[in-house]
């Protein structure tokens, strides 16, 4: 097994420059602007007609000048706001990739005696680390809820899927047509991600495991010859996406539930929200430690 793996950085976490902002008047606001010139331009209409085109080109003059100073100095404060807004950003994503780096040099520095030791997986900030901490040899503490009526032996090693055979996986498909997109999308964009139909399913925390049954806490670790076989162990992703997809009706809007499967595979969950953690158990480990 290497002892050292790149960690991955999707390119949807790289920060987006601020948007920059052009101001527009709107026709209200130009017309509140022009109603005094054009009461001016009426009195001098009253007073002295024989001036008026003078007049009238002079206050032209004067409200072109006006309006092209205030829309400078709007521009220039909108511009000042996006320029904080944009240091803002830069700030946010130092302070996390700063914390990213702290948490897995803290990792990196468990000494020989604790390299067999399990680490929580709420230590982690995304599954950039989890996979490289997988990666380095260690073993990592996940949660799942088991229904009452199909306990888990303690001990055991798990390696029951969410499709269980080949013919239980066909019946999910057709009965599923939202999960046969999802895996359609990921079978043609992903196909180095393990598969939901194949995968074992947990969670980062007892609470979030609760929801499916009694909880209990597994230790999960790379099999032999993980890292050497192309695919990805591991994938933590957000279950509020999947979610959100089951509330379209897939045959009125399958173009929209394609891209957001797209979004599903492409951006990885964290600790604040809900997750779907993916485990090959082809290549992961799990066993069952204890119950919560």
């Not at 706001?81 to 996390?96: F, L, P, S, T, Y």
């Not at 901490?133 to 996940?142: D, E, P, R, S």
């Amino acid at each position: 097994m290497r002892t050292s793996a790149p960690i991955r950085v999707p390119a949807s976490r790289i920060a987006q420059p601020a948007r920059q902002l052009r101001p527009t008047l709107s026709p209200n606001r130009q017309l509140a602007r022009l109603l005094p010139t054009l009461s001016l331009l009426l009195a001098a209409c009253e007073n002295n007609p024989t001036n008026v085109l003078s007049a009238a080109g002079v206050i032209i003059l004067v409200v072109l000048g006006y309006n092209l100073y205030a829309t400078i100095k709007e521009d220039a404060a909108k511009q000042k706001a996006a320029d904080a807004e944009a240091g803002r950003q830069a700030a946010w994503m130092n302070e996390h990739a700063f914390s990213n780096r702290a948490a897995l040099e803290e990792l990196e520095g468990l000494g020989t005696a604790k390299i067999n030791s399990s680490v929580n997986i709420q230590q982690f900030w995304n599954e950039d680390i989890m996979t490289h901490m997988l990666q380095q040899g260690k073993t990592i503490t996940v949660y799942r809820g088991f229904k009452p009526e199909h306990p888990p032996e303690i001990g055991q090693v798990y390696s029951r899927t969410f499709s269980g055979t080949v013919e239980r996986r066909a019946a999910v498909l057709e009965k599923l047509p939202i999960e046969r997109l999802i895996e359609e999308v990921r079978q043609e964009r992903f196909p180095d991600s393990p598969s939901r139909l194949d995968s074992v399913f947990v969670t980062t925390s007892a609470s979030d495991a609760r929801e499916f049954g009694d909880v209990y806490e597994l230790e999960i670790s790379l099999k032999p010859g993980a890292t050497e076989s192309g695919s990805m162990p591991v994938r933590w992703l957000d279950r509020n996406t999947i979610d959100h997809m089951h509330s379209y009706n897939i045959e009125q809007a399958r173009d929209s539930l394609r891209e957001i499967a797209e979004d599903y595979w492409t951006e990885t969950g964290s600790p604040q929200g809900i997750s779907d953690i993916l485990l090959d158990p082809n290549l992961v480990l799990i066993r069952v430690v204890r119950r919560v």
